[in-house]
Structure formats: C-alpha cells, structure tokens
C-alpha cells in the first residue's frame, strides 16, 4: 500500500513564505490547482480500482469454492466421464461421419 505524504487539504491551505524575488502567488496558486485536480482524480481512480479489485477477489473465491466443492471426474450432472469415455464417443462419432472411409484405409 502507498504512503502518501499529503492530503488534498494539506495542498489547498498549504501556504508559502514570500521573499523578494520570489515566485509569482497567482502562477503557484494555478498549479497548486492542477495538482488538487489530478490529485483527486488518482483518488477516484484509485478507489475505483480497489472497488473492481475487491469485486473480482470475490467472484475468484466463489469460483475457487464451486471448483473445490465439485468431485473431480465428474460432470454438471454428476456422471463420472473418463478419458476412456471420450476417446470410445470420438471413436463412434469418426465412425458415423466418415462412415465406410475409416475400414478403407
């Protein structure tokens, strides 16, 4: 997590010492401006950020839990399908497409 050093309202009533050659109040006082506005966007950005993030965090822990609590080997209506199963239906499946064209060769 970040540190941060400033607030925006540190930075709105921030005030600095005049000399005689020093720099132009208004010219400062416009960027100090800019950088509120960037600073608040960071903020909103930010927060946003961490809304979607804890949002995502949440689906992956449901998702992890349906995974976990599902037997492995098992399908969406609980029979148990093995690799045999899969290669014996591929087979069938050639057999009734390409029909004659399989025993040909």
């Known amino acids: 997590m970040m540190n941060r050093e400033l607030t925006?309202?540190?930075?709105?009533?921030?005030?600095?010492?005049?000399?005689?050659?020093g720099y132009n109040q208004t010219e400062v006082d416009e960027f100090l401006d800019v950088v509120i506005r960037d600073y608040e966007s960071f903020?909103?950005?930010i927060s946003q950020l961490k809304s979607e993030n804890d949002r995502l965090m949440?689906?992956?822990d449901e998702f992890s839990k349906q995974v976990a609590a599902k037997p492995q080997g098992q399908n969406s209506n609980g029979s148990s399908v093995t690799n045999f199963d899969i290669l014996k239906r591929l087979s069938n499946l050639e057999r009734h497409v390409f029909g004659s064209k399989l025993d040909d060769e």
Request: proline share 0%; aromatic share 4%.
């Open 58 to 60: 949440d689906k992956l």
């Open 43 to 45: 903020q909103s950005e």
């Open 8 to 21: 925006q309202k540190e930075i709105v009533e921030k005030d600095f010492k005049t000399t005689m050659r």
